[in-house]
């Protein structure tokens, strides 16, 4: 269930005029929205490393670990064809396995491939016995591209970590006024619980926007709260 950019804009407003604090256009908003949650979707990793180092619990609801996966996994694509695509126009984040579809014998194979670098592949390419075979496929990244070496295939296929999509609070102006608009408005992709948290990383950004040194800090003080008491 994905948190709507509406309810997430109003309560931001709110919370920002309240005291005659300042006003968030609708751009100023889409901009710091965004940012938001890049921050929370990039923080997941570091506390997922974080958590696992420490011992879990047999509670599924109340793990970290789990709790944190669960959020992860939204963003998880499988088996995604990538042939001659850039990682970019994928929208990939972070790169997992990386499969080449070779025929051996008159029948297509799914192997997974070696990411090297170019200076280990430059090694590897020197010796006959190390060097990238149907069996053995290798790849280096780029121009932010898959690229083989050493074999032909016939597509290539990846597992991957894709960016949350950019959101956008949609709106017409009637009478000067910005109205929401849901058909051109585009929701965040991060899970439900992250909606109190995306408020508070909006207004945090908002008070450096619009340079109310306050408004900052009160966000500041209740999300480094927020991840305290995540923490305990």
Avoid: C
Avoid at 116 to 125: G, K, N
Avoid at 199 to 217: E, F, H, M, T, W
Wanted: charged share 20%; hydrophobic share 40%; aromatic share 10%.
């Amino acid at each position: 269930m994905a948190v709507n950019i509406n309810t997430v804009y109003l309560r931001v407003l709110a919370i920002a005029n309240k005291e005659q604090r300042g006003y968030i256009t609708p751009q100023e908003f889409n901009t710091l929205a965004n940012q938001a949650q890049l921050d929370i979707f990039e923080q997941y990793f570091y506390d997922l490393n974080q958590f696992l180092r420490l011992p879990g619990n047999d509670t599924i609801h109340a793990d970290p670990v789990d709790m944190l996966e669960e959020k992860i996994e939204k963003f998880s694509i499988f088996n995604a064809p990538a042939t001659n695509a850039n990682l970019d126009i994928l929208q990939v984040y972070r790169l997992g396995a990386v499969f080449a579809r070779v025929s051996i014998n008159g029948a297509t194979q799914i192997i997974e491939a070696q990411h090297m670098s170019h200076s280990e592949l430059r090694q590897y390419l020197s010796s006959p016995l190390t060097a990238p075979a149907k069996t053995r496929p290798m790849y280096t990244i780029d121009n932010n591209s898959i690229v083989m070496h050493g074999v032909a295939v016939d597509g290539t296929n990846i597992n991957y970590i894709k960016k949350p999509v950019d959101v956008y609070w949609g709106y017409n102006i009637i009478n000067g006024e910005a109205l929401y608009n849901p058909a051109t408005s585009t929701n965040f992709e991060l899970h439900a619980s992250e909606e109190t948290e995306l408020v508070l990383k909006i207004l945090s950004l908002a008070g450096v926007v619009i340079r109310d040194p306050q408004l900052y800090q009160i966000a500041a003080t209740e999300d480094a709260k927020s991840i305290q008491q995540e923490k305990q």
